[in-house]
């Protein structure tokens, strides 16, 4: 069975980076694509990008040129990069995994909060 585990997050500075991994465990042959949601109490989770297998991207307009999402296929991680990290960037933070069988996965998330 595959598992998602994402890794990183924290406390992150106004202006600063964030950098998170999540890593694929188990099965993953099926999987085609991975990415990552961020969510806030009160409200709903929010897309933030995705990678597919071959490397194809896309990104959510809120955060697009902002954010970079990167993969290594032969590790089955992939990476996400936000930059210029505002307040309003605080949220938990999930990994999302996809499958050929049209399987849906996510990780156990990560809390990430943009403070001085």
């Known amino acids: 069975q595959m598992q998602l585990v994402e890794s990183g997050g924290g406390l992150v500075q106004p202006g600063g980076s964030l950098i998170l991994s999540c890593v694929a465990t188990?099965?993953?042959?099926?999987?085609?694509?991975m990415g990552w949601h961020r969510q806030v109490p009160g409200k709903e989770r929010e897309f933030l990008g995705t990678?597919?297998?071959?490397?194809?991207?896309m990104y959510a307009d809120a955060v697009k040129g902002r954010l970079l999402i990167s993969g290594d296929n032969a590790k089955n991680t992939i990476y996400l990069q936000l930059n210029k990290m505002e307040r309003d960037d605080s949220a938990v933070y999930y990994c999302?995994?996809?499958?050929?069988?049209?399987?849906?996965?996510w990780g156990q998330g990560t809390q990430v909060t943009v403070s001085s």
């Open positions: 999302w995994g996809g499958t050929n069988n049209g399987q849906e996965l």
């Open positions: 188990g099965n993953t042959a099926s999987l085609y694509g």
């Open positions: 990678i597919t297998r071959a490397g194809d991207t």
